[in-house]
């Protein structure tokens, strides 16, 4: 008997066509991927879901709750779940998922660099090894998964490395978790810590601020007038900052709006190491929280998943440790 399989269609390039006299790449009125559904019925057993039709950047945290929500609600007919997804802000929504959904099936997304209509399209070969990828048994436990160009990354840690590149989705540090040859899955890595958290809203409001030489603390200050709930800084190196930004820093902190700090790198993690003004151990002591192996954009994710759990604010530096 087929397995049965959630193919959700959330939008993006996979879901795009290329104007042959102009070149440019948009929307159509529908979803070209629910045509091709047939080509994959005889992996599987199909249920096809349009949640969205949304071009990437369009994509938004209310969004993202919406479909966890979605997935949240109707798992328990299924054997596993694939989602398409825009590039763009695929790896913030596959982070949100990882983080909201505790499922005992594979949630696995993927995307295409290319549009649909394009020549080297890779929309229907990443679907076919995402596909591949939610049928396996080992994939149920190793948390939401990201399958592009044959590789089977965790959404904790993958990220987008190239504007263009089929092959742009990477995993700083770690490197991917298998691949797909063929029609074989084959893991040789597994996520050794997951978290989940209970949510009901996405209220939380989080800024993201990435640092640069001669930084002041202008930028610090909108954070503070806006009235963010929190912030989280790519800082220099292993976490460092400008010593112009250190007393707008601990003006915030003192206000109680929480401060990660994450390396703007695209290696390594963070550490409260030199000891200067700005330096990542003046930061640390002041009460900025650092964390191991998160871009900018899944901190912020993260936080803003923390404090709507109701996780106390001064207990948000454990969290982040996990």
């Known amino acids: 008997m087929q397995k049965k399989i959630l193919m959700i269609h959330t939008g993006g390039t996979i879901a795009m066509s290329e104007d042959k006299t ?24 199909l249920t096809i879901e349009n949640i969205f ?14 479909l966890s929500q979605f997935i949240n609600d109707h798992y328990e007919d299924f054997d596993g779940i694939v989602i398409t997804h825009g590039t763009d802000t695929l790896e913030e ?12 099936i594979p949630i696995v997304m993927t995307g295409a660099m290319r549009s649909s209509d394009e020549i080297g ?34 959404a904790t840690y ?17 490197g991917p978790l298998g691949l797909v040859v063929k029609d074989q899955v084959i893991y040789f890595q597994k ?9 009901f809203t996405v209220e939380p409001r989080v800024a993201l601020l990435k640092a640069y030489a001669g930084m002041d603390d202008s930028l610090f200050a909108i954070v503070d007038q806006v009235g963010y709930d929190g912030l989280v800084i790519e800082g220099l190196g292993a976490g460092n900052l400008p010593p112009q930004t250190v007393s707008a820093v601990g003006r915030l902190i003192a206000k109680h709006v929480p401060i990660v700090m994450v390396s703007r790198a695209f290696n390594g993690v963070t550490e409260d190491v030199y000891d200067y003004p700005g330096g990542g151990k003046q930061l640390h002591q002041m009460g900025v929280i650092f964390t191991q192996g998160l871009t900018g954009v899944k901190a912020r994710i993260k936080l803003i998943v923390l404090l709507a759990s109701g996780v106390p604010k001064d207990e948000l530096i454990d969290y982040f440790q996990l």
């Open 22 to 45: 102009t070149g440019k790449v948009g929307p159509l009125s529908s979803n070209p991927l629910n045509e091709t559904a047939g080509i994959f019925s005889q992996f599987a057993d």
């Open 53 to 66: 039709h949304l071009p990437s950047p369009h994509m938004t945290i209310d969004h993202m709750f919406l």
């Open 93 to 104: 929504t596959a982070y949100f998922l990882e983080l909201t959904c505790d499922l005992p």
């Open 121 to 154: 399209s890779d929309g229907l070969s990443n679907l076919r090894s995402a596909l591949f990828v939610a049928l396996s048994d080992q994939s149920a436990k190793a948390g939401v998964l990201v399958v592009m160009n044959d590789e089977i990354h965790s």
């Open 158 to 174: 993958v990220t987008k490395t190239h504007t263009t590149n089929l092959a742009t989705f990477q995993t700083p540090t770690f």
């Open 191 to 199: 996520l050794v810590r997951q978290e989940h958290y209970a949510i």
